[in-house]
T-cell receptor, first 116, second 112 residues
Framework: GESVGLHLPTLSVQEGDNSIINCAYSNSASDYFIWYKQESGKGPQFIIDIRSNMDKRQGQRVTVLLNKTVKHLSLQIAATQPGDSAVYFC???????????????FGTGTRLTIIP | GAGVSQSPSNKVTEKGKDVELRCDPI?????LYWYRQSLGQGLEFLIYFQGNSAPDKSGLPSDRFSAERTGGSVSTLTIQRTQQEDSAVYLC??????????FGPGTRLTVL
């Protein structure tokens, strides 16, 4: 079902260190996953995505890992910077009808704070 | 290029009044989505338009909420007889088919 927001979990990381944000998804039929970053007062911004036929994908300073066995997704941010402070959402995209309509379901989100 | 735009950026209204929120998607994007985000919380799906198909309204919380998309482009989300619990940020996103969604900056609605 839909992920309804609760109080956001938080993660504090020292500037320069690496951070890992975790997300559990619910539907084994999901075939596409996305991480979004949302800074205060702004809409979510696409960071990186991964399809279910992959288990790892790298971007600039970010890596997404997908473990389909345990339905777990993680976002690794290397050498964190103050600008990385934001709320991070994972999302899964899955078919919700025989017609192929797909729906993006968002996780609750994690608030990452980078400590200077 | 231009991203998703939304207007107004902020809207303050009195309980019981109707409001209209507008979304201009990225040109060429066939899919358009509305979400609601309460303070400090995640994203709640409201409604989804895809091309000329009937919209997926499964996330609308009550019949006071409605949305339309004219000419396959601009969308308007209407909330009738607003209540204080409608206060939230309303986010619009668009995508090419059902690919990655790109979000607008949102409209912050405050119902007094």
């Amino acid at each position: 079902g839909e992920s309804v927001g609760l109080h956001l979990p938080t993660l504090s990381v020292q500037e320069g260190d690496n951070s890992i944000i975790n997300c559990a998804y619910s539907n084994s039929a999901s075939d596409y996953f996305i991480w979004y970053k949302q800074e205060s007062g702004k809409g979510p911004q696409f960071i990186i995505d991964i399809r279910s036929n992959m288990d790892k994908r790298q971007g600039q300073r970010v890596t997404v890992l997908l473990n389909k066995t345990v339905k777990h997704l993680s976002l690794q941010i290397a050498a964190t910077q103050p600008g990385d402070s934001a709320v991070y959402f994972c999302a899964e995209n899955r078919k919700v009808s025989k017609c192929g309509n797909e729906k993006l379901t968002f996780g609750t989100g994690t608030r990452l704070t980078i400590i200077p | 290029g231009a991203g998703v735009s939304q207007s107004p950026s902020n809207k303050v209204t009195e309980k019981g009044k109707d409001v209209e929120l507008r979304c201009d998607p990225i040109s060429g994007h066939t899919a358009l989505y509305w979400y609601r985000q309460s303070l400090g919380q995640g994203l709640e799906f409201l409604i989804y338009f895809q091309g000329n198909s009937a919209p997926d309204k499964s996330g609308l919380p009550s019949d006071r909420f409605s949305a339309e998309r004219t000419g396959g482009s601009v969308s308007t989300l209407t909330i009738q007889r607003t209540q204080q619990e409608d206060s939230a940020v309303y986010l619009c996103a668009s995508s090419v088919e059902t690919d990655t969604q790109y979000f607008g900056p949102g409209t912050r609605l405050t119902v007094l």
